[in-house]
């Protein structure tokens, strides 16, 4: 398994175990899907839920809320920004990202030739968030590291499947 970290904050932001779509000028797609959390109630098979005290009529611990989450940011603890972010400190915050993010490649020592390709992609990958951005909505990793990625979470045209946009230079991966 393959495990993509933010290049600059160092956070799991996702892996080769999700479809990952090249949606083009340096962005990727990631497709997740919707998990129930909290509540579980695992009944062994073959048990006898009643005989075992597991109806749920003894007034057990109902303490979970059993709200659906999304997959990766589950799973690479990925934290939501409540209240979003606006349209226009989104793009303040791009401008400082791409511009670590140049620096933390360079410091990589990756190709000029590489550099550029990124540099040029950028303006593309930025206009199609910023036409999409009510749509979206914000989570960093887990450390919410200043000029860490910010991953943008929307659904496809079928209104069901999840799925996260992230810079793809700005990922670095390494394998469990």
Do not use: H
């Amino acid at each position: 398994m393959i495990i993509y970290r933010d290049l600059i904050s160092g956070d799991e932001i996702c892996s080769d175990t999700s479809k990952i779509i090249d949606a083009g000028n340096g962005l990727w797609e990631i497709d997740g899907k919707m998990i129930k959390k909290g509540a579980e109630n695992f009944v062994l098979e073959g048990a006898n839920p009643s005989a075992e005290g597991e109806d749920g009529e003894d007034g057990g611990d109902d303490s979970g809320d059993n709200q659906p989450v999304l997959d990766l940011a589950d799973q690479f603890r990925l934290q939501k920004l409540e209240g979003g972010m606006t349209k226009k400190s989104y793009q303040s915050e791009l401008k400082k990202y791409m511009k670590a993010l140049t620096e933390k490649l360079k410091e990589l020592g990756k190709s000029e030739e590489d550099i550029k390709k990124f540099q040029s992609e950028a303006p593309a990958a930025a206009k199609k968030i910023l036409g999409n951005w009510d749509n979206y909505d914000i989570y960093q990793g887990e450390s919410m590291a200043e000029n860490g990625m910010y991953v943008l979470v929307d659904f496809r045209e079928d209104g069901m499947t999840p799925y996260i946009t992230v810079w793809k230079w700005g990922l670095e991966e390494y394998k469990v």
